[in-house]
């Protein structure tokens, strides 16, 4: 099987933008989880999504949201980008009803201006 | 505090030696704990995962869990250069949020 997939790869945007990353999922996989890593604050999680339906979530302010499709596959959106969003943003998947068994894709490096 | 507590490293060790990490947590809740490979510039890798209190055995790795101290731990043995990387452990409460050490960064020299 593929593993997950993540595009783009990297990124650079200005203060103020928007941002939309892509997520495709192993197939198979219906949850698909988001995770911010940065160098202070290491891996964090942002939101996990089954069937569509955000199930999780963590603490990031507001502008952070994002979706699943029908596919399962996800995307995140970042609005009014700061310094401090520049990281390495992680997608996982994950069969149904093993969440502890979460697959990363390869990240997008997303750096803010 | 954090949840969970991971020594940053660097730990160096020389090839061929048993490598051994460990992380600490402060929640009792957690039910399923993971351990996670990165290489520089690549997504986390899923090497194992331990259910309740015990021991699991991998090929090289071994994963110990203590749920009465809250101690993880991850022994690699017959280290080899390839194994250089940064180790996360992740435990896990009853859902899909995993809760991520800070990692300890591995220089397996040859």
């Known amino acids: 099987k593929a593993g997950v997939t993540q595009t783009p790869r990297y990124l650079i945007k200005t203060r103020g933008q928007q941002v939309t990353l892509s997520c495709s999922p192993i197939?198979?996989?219906?949850?698909v989880s988001w995770y911010q890593q940065t160098p202070g604050q290491g891996l964090q999680f942002l939101f996990e999504?089954?069937?569509?339906?955000?199930?999780n979530k963590g603490n990031f302010p507001g502008r952070f949201s994002g979706r699943q499709f029908s596919n399962s596959r996800s995307e995140m959106n970042v609005s009014t980008l700061e310094l401090g969003d520049s990281a390495l943003y992680l997608c996982?998947?994950?069969?149904?009803?093993?969440?502890?068994?979460?697959?990363f894709g390869p990240g997008t490096r997303l750096t803010v201006t | 505090q954090k949840e969970v507590e991971q020594d940053p490293g660097p730990l160096s060790v020389p090839e061929g030696a048993i490598v051994s990490l460990n992380c600490t947590y402060s929640?009792?809740?957690?039910?399923?704990f993971m351990w996670y490979r990165q290489y520089s510039r690549k997504g986390p890798e899923l090497l194992m995962y331990?259910?309740?209190?015990g021991n699991k055995e991998d090929g090289r790795f071994t994963a110990q869990v203590d749920k009465s101290s809250k101690y993880i731990s991850l022994f690699i043995r017959d280290s080899q250069p390839s194994d250089s990387a940064t180790y996360l452990c992740?435990?896990?409460?009853?859902?899909?949020?995993?809760?991520f050490g800070g990692g300890t960064r591995v220089l397996v020299k040859p």
């Open positions: 992740a435990p896990q409460k009853a859902g899909n949020k995993l809760t």
């Open positions: 929640n009792s809740a957690f039910q399923y």
């Open positions: 996982a998947s994950s069969p149904e009803g093993q969440g502890y068994e979460q697959y």
């Open positions: 197939s198979g996989h219906r949850s």
């Open positions: 999504y089954f069937s569509e339906t955000q199930r």
């Open positions: 331990t259910y309740s209190s």
